[in-house]
């Protein structure tokens, strides 16, 4: 089969035969349709220090993928040739407390495909079933293709209750974007986002924020009084991994405000902590997905009128994966789609 592999130790990606995955008894055998190109996969696609000590080469990697079910194992009896799925790209222990207790997000020892085990930018994927999540027949395959980087925006977006509270997103990535949709989906009233790239907050005033605002042009405290805010912002997503973006997303909270924070940052960030105890601030970290709480509330609020396609803006056929990386490594884009059916 056709695969994007990391060959060796050092930057790009080849596109090029590899074996077709085998399938134990526990596992599905998926022809991938589509996939979504992550940050993640640029991170490896450019070796940066990260990549250098995370991935052991060779590795097909991708996480974000959609396609169909072609052969079950023999202990398989729920899932069925013809399905079309996605997966959740931790495979988790199984064992551990949380495993046990049906937490599994919170395995602390977590396998990622395309990071840990081959992943989904290939004609074949094998996957646990434990991992598999069928869709609805007639959904949108691009936007199943991104149901990934979807549920860690749904998963931050809804991590605090948000039905009438102002919410301040920063960082208008693809991420930040899905959760601005999310959040006015579930009834927010004021939500704000900032980033410094023009490409982005124009996304994310086409996905319906009341102000996309560029931080380096204008304040926060100039945006809560333009829009009538006493007393600061009740939600903050942190989308971004900036430092200057969480310190001022931390300045402008309300009193018991509550961050999630899902952006992942270069190093350590230092805070102003008086802030924190005296506004009484809860701070909460965010990885992956709830399996699969966020993965069922995707589907439902997909069903329930949410769009997220604007957030896809380009696609590319996967032997033209070149240029996908070159518009992700722009930055004047959203979502970038494979297609694995056109190679
Ligand atoms: P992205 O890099 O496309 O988006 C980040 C955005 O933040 C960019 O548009 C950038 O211009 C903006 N930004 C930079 N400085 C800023 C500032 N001072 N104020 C406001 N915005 C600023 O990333 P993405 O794919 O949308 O993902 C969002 C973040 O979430 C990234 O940091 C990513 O690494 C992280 N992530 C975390 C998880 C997890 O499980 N915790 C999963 C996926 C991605
Ligand atoms: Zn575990």
Redesign the pocket.
């Known amino acids: 089969m056709k695969a994007l592999v990391k060959k060796s130790a050092e930057p790009g990606l080849w596109l090029e035969q590899a074996p077709e995955p085998t399938i134990g008894i526990n596992d599905v055998l998926i022809r991938v349709h589509r996939t979504g190109i992550?940050?993640?996969d640029v991170h490896i696609y450019r070796w940066d220090a990260w990549a250098q000590k995370t991935i052991r080469t060779p590795l097909i990697i991708g996480h974000e993928f959609v396609g169909e079910i072609v052969a079950v194992g023999s202990n398989v009896s729920d899932f069925f040739p013809g399905q079309i799925v996605s997966g959740e790209g931790h495979v988790v222990c199984g064992r551990c407390r949380n495993c046990l207790a049906g937490r599994r997000h919170l395995c602390a020892d977590t396998q990622g495909i395309g990071v840990n085990r081959h992943g989904a930018f290939a004609e074949y994927l094998a996957l646990p079933m434990t991992n598999v999540w069928v869709h609805p027949k007639d959904i949108d395959q691009d936007v199943a293709a991104i149901f990934?980087?979807f549920g860690?925006?749904v998963?931050?977006a809804l991590t605090f209750p948000v039905l009438g509270e102002d919410v301040l997103i920063?960082?208008?990535?693809?991420?930040?974007?899905?959760a601005a949709a999310v959040v006015r989906h579930a009834g927010a009233r004021h939500v704000v986002?900032?980033?410094?790239?023009p490409?982005?907050l124009a996304l994310a005033r086409k996905m319906g924020v009341t102000q996309a605002v560029d931080?380096?042009a204008r304040s926060l405290r100039d945006v809560q009084k333009e829009l009538g805010m006493q007393e600061g912002f009740d939600v903050g997503l942190?989308?971004?991994?900036?430092?200057?973006?969480l310190r001022?997303m931390i300045a402008n909270m309300a009193h018991g405000g509550k961050i999630a924070?899902?952006?992942?940052?270069d190093g350590e960030i230092a805070i102003d902590w008086n802030t924190v105890i005296f506004s009484m601030l809860t701070i909460k970290?965010?990885?992956?997905?709830e399996m699969y709480e966020t993965w069922y509330k995707m589907n439902v609020m997909l069903e329930g009128g949410l769009d997220i396609r604007p957030v896809i803006t380009h696609r590319f056929a996967a032997r033209d994966f070149h240029r996908g990386f070159e518009v992700?490594l722009s930055?004047h884009c959203g979502?970038v789609i494979l297609d694995w059916q056109a190679t």
């Open positions: 992550c940050g993640t990934d980087p860690n925006a998963h931050t920063t960082g208008a990535g693809p991420i930040g974007v899905l986002i900032t980033d410094p790239n490409h982005r931080p380096t942190e989308m971004s991994g900036n430092a200057h973006a001022d924070m899902l952006g992942i940052p970290g965010i990885y992956g997905r992700m930055g979502r």
